[in-house]
């Protein structure tokens, strides 16, 4: 049978992570000691307060549809986060939930892009985000960053890339893959460009909470009532409470873009899980003594791995202050990253995830979201295999 694939899902890419991780689960599986860096999760349990609140509400029987946007309850909290730690007013109607933060993030681009239209996005990128754009019909445009600006766009950069078709601008801060973060001074700098010329921007929050350091982050939304127009908000639960699983994200946005998301959804996925929302509103109204210890074990990882790295002949690292991620250049190794990462998951067993998949060959990125024993032995490891390349 010859079955016709849509011109939109005959051009998306499948995801280089997955891959890499279904082949280094396989070897785990078959018995083989593999050291993986891939996880793009947390590694430590959801609070158990907030699995709580899900159980308890599961028992209650609120197993029924809910509105598509979420409940009043859980957008209620999700405005008062934003009021509390970000000073921004959102009323909840300005406020959807969603299946996830990757969702939101389909959601807000299919609401706002369509065909002719430009989406800038600065490499190295989350994966999902140019395929998304072209999901939509639009034209992702990327503009590359290298390590010796610690992988941040330029004002100048913004604003030569900006055209009149430019539609959106993705920024996210702290950075999956690279972890790094734009100061508030670096932040407003582009803010006040998307301003100028009209551009919306989607701002990727959800690793706002992970900071070692001294790091400090400000929402873009923040500068003026100005730069809270032109910006839509996407965060989630995955990365802050270790939520990956229980699939749920929010944005937050002015209200025309949040009606016609709320439209969007209602003819998808309609609402989000009815009893993990209930889990989610105890995660945001609870206790969040969590976090101090989950970035405490963060940066003992963090600055452990990033000296080693940084000891290792043919590598070299910036020193990220964001996220659970490096992103360590290999260029010096004399390989590109899949064949990098390929020969290093063959020869030493440890899963990297190649840097091409997020548009910068040059580099391979490690997560840090595992145990302090698997770092020492996948670096010792890494350690061996650039020796045999670096003469
Ligand atoms: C993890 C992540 C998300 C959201 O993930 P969900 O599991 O869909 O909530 C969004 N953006 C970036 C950059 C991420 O790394």
Redesign the pocket.
Known sequence: MNYKISRRAASLSPSLTLAIDSKAKQMKADGLDVVGFGA??PDFDTPQHIKDACSKALAAGFTKYTPAAGIPELRAAIADKHKRENGLTYKPSQVIVSC????S?FNVIFATCEEGDEVIIPAPY?LSYPEMVKMAGAKPVIVETTDKTEFKLTPDALRQAITPRTRLFVL?SP??PTGSVYTPDELKALGDICVEKNVLIMS?E??EHLLYDGATTRSVASFSPAHFEHTII?H????AWSM?GW???WCAAPEPIAKAIDAVQSHSTSNPTSFAQKGAVAALTGPQDHLPLWLAEFNKRRTFAWNKINSIPGLSCVNAKG?FYLFPNIAKTGLKSADFCAKLLEVEKVAAVPGVAFGADDYIRLSYATSMANIEKGLERIERFCQGLVK
């Not at 996830?100 to 969702?103: F, L, R, T, V, W």
């Open positions: 793009g999760e996830g933060g990757k969702h993030c989350w996210n950075s999956n990727d959800i690793y996407v989630g639960f995955a990365k990956t699939r749920l994200g996220a």
